[in-house]
Each structure stands twice: as C-alpha cells, then as structure tokens.
C-alpha cells in the first residue's frame, strides 16, 4: 500500500514508520522518508494513515501520536477494528482539533500489491472526498460507508461471509472427493452455477484446491480477531450469531492444531484429523 502511494503521488511528500526495518527500507528505497517514529511521522503529516494488525495496536498508535498532529489533520484507520474502538479513537481525534476516518481494507495481497483493494470509509463526506484521490492509490472500489465506524462494520461483516463461505467450500471439497468426485471439477462446476463467488475462485481454488496455506498471508489468528469482532457487534444490536460462533469454534481447533499461523483457509485440514 505505501509503495502504491509512493509510485502513484510521486509529487507528495510521504513519510513512513514501522516497527519492522525490512517494512521500511522497501518504500524508502522507492523515495519515501524515514520517520524515527510514529510521532514524528504524525508530527510531519498532513494525512496520516495507520494499517495496523488489530483495535489495541490502533489504540497504542492513537495514544502515541495524539499530541503529535497537527490542526485539521485527517487520520485514516484503514485496519480492521472494533466499531467502539474505531468511533472512541475519532473522538479523541476530534478533540485534538483533528478529524477521523476508518478505512478498512479487503481483497487479497495481491491487491494490495496491484493497488485494486477494496476500502470501506466510514466519516465525514468533506473528508471522504479530500482522501479520495490517495485511497485511490491504494484501491480501485472505494466506498463511502456512512458516519465514522460504518466502514468498520461493513468489513467485519464483509469477513464474516467470507469465512463462511471458505469454511462451506472446504467442507464440500472434503466431501466431494471422499465421495469420489475430483476436486477440481467440482469447484469447475461450482463457477459455472449458484455456488460461484469471490472465495470460490480466490481462496477455493487457489488455497484449498491447491492445499496451499502460506504464512504470513491472512492467518487464521487474524481471521478468528476478526470474526470474534463479528460476533461482538452482532451481539451489541441483539443478534445472535450462531455462524459466526460456529466459525469461531473452527479456528480454535486450528489454532490448537498449531495452524495459528498459517493462512486461514488452512482450517481445511482438520477435516484428516476429525
């Protein structure tokens, strides 16, 4: 995402940290300049975005930096965090004369390399339409969701159909082939009728067909933070969410199966061990 900001603004003054050297030296070497630390990246920024791996990271962040920004800077979350974190982090925000966007993201790393995420933005439409052209950098669907916390909601319930969805497609690639089906064709054939989707041809094909589950791709603690997130907010509005509960039973067994790790799909291969 930084290096599509880098190559696409190649007028803007962009300015990056992270804890990860590696993470840093890989937009510096393409002209981004290295802050020596969050707060003084905020310090220097007019816009300041965060991608960080969960609402207590984003809250840390929020506390570092909050006396670090300027007048009329516009902070974008573009994690995945829960809504109360999200519209409490807008409000301190607020008060420090600033103003808060969430911005959550969703497709594949691939995406995110190409530049064609898709971003949920829930906040203000003056400061949806100032960002506007820098989240187009990073995304080719850019969404205005609603007030501050809509893009959040729209993403946690946008993972939680996908998790779904990958877990009802694992389950009938297991079934398929033990009952002697290939499993290729089966997802062929899945593409052509009602069962043909986004996870179908993304993650079914390309991770389950594949048994491909590499690390550091979308894990499967990532997957159950969010969908224990999912169930938080269901529950907030008086829903219960029995798919989601049922999912957050399957990543706690691939987390005990010390897949934690690996990328979510992976809960596929609890099926040889049931």
């Known amino acids: 995402m930084c290096r599509n900001l880098v190559r696409k603004m190649p007028d803007a003054r962009i300015v990056v940290f992270d804890k990860s050297v590696e993470a840093i030296q890989s937009v510096a070497d393409r002209g981004a300049e290295v802050a020596c630390s969050a707060e003084d990246a905020a310090r220097q920024s007019d816009v300041v975005l965060l991608s960080l791996p969960n609402g207590d990271a984003v809250r840390q962040v929020v506390d570092a930096i909050i006396g670090s920004i300027r007048a009329d800077a516009l902070v974008i979350d573009t994690s995945t965090s829960p809504v109360d974190v999200t519209k409490e982090m807008a409000q301190r925000i607020k008060a420090a004369g600033g103003e808060y966007l969430d911005a959550p993201i969703a497709r594949t790393r691939a995406a995110a390399e190409n530049g064609t ?158």
Do not use: W
């Not at 933005?121 to 080719?140: D, E, K, N, W, Y």
């Not at 041809?201 to 997130?229: E, M, Q």
């Not at 269901?234 to 399957?250: F, H, I, M, N, Q």
């Not at 990543?251 to 199966?257: E, N, P, R």
């Open 117 to 274: 995420l898709s971003i949920m933005v829930g906040g203000g439409t003056s400061a949806f339409q100032r960002v506007f052209p820098i989240l187009q950098c990073m995304g080719s669907e850019i969404s205005h969701c609603g007030p501050v916390g809509s893009g959040q909601i729209v993403k946690i319930l946008n993972n939680m159909v996908l998790f779904q969805t990958v877990h009802a497609l694992s389950e009938a690639l297991a079934i398929g082939t033990l009952a002697g089906v290939d499993g290729k064709t089966l997802f062929d054939v899945f593409s052509k009728g009602s069962a043909d989707s986004f996870a179908l041809r993304n993650h079914g094909c390309k991770a389950l067909l594949a048994d491909d589950f590499p690390p550091r791709a979308f894990s499967t603690d990532y997957a159950r933070k969010d969908n224990a997130y999912a169930i938080a907010l269901a529950e907030s509005v008086g829903v219960t969410p029995k798919g989601a509960r049922l999912l957050d039973e399957v990543f706690d067994l691939a987390q005990q199966q010390t897949l934690g790790e690996f990328y979510f799909p992976v809960f596929h291969k609890l099926h040889s061990t049931d």
